[in-house]
């Protein structure tokens, strides 16, 4: 998993598949709108994005953020 992003996004990417992540930077972390992860990012934007493959991500970034001083939070 690496995350990457700026204020008004982030960007999740797994074995080379991206999902693009509105949301707003805070002091130590990221609240991410659940409801923007509507497709990858090119060149897989028309694969499809299930709620499982969703879950997956959010389940990643968690594990992943969890104990880190960049905690993102999803809404």
Do not use: C, Q
Request: proline share 3%; glycine share 8%; aromatic share 10%.
């Amino acid at each position: 998993m690496k995350i990457t992003g700026a204020n008004g996004y982030v960007i999740l990417s797994v074995d080379g598949r991206a999902i693009k992540i509105a949301g707003e930077r805070i002091i130590g972390g990221f609240v991410a709108e659940i409801t923007s992860m509507r497709n990858f990012e090119p060149p897989f934007e028309h694969e499809t994005l299930t709620e499982e493959i969703k879950s997956h991500y959010i389940a990643e970034v968690t594990k992943k953020t969890k104990h880190s001083n960049f905690v993102i939070h999803f809404v």
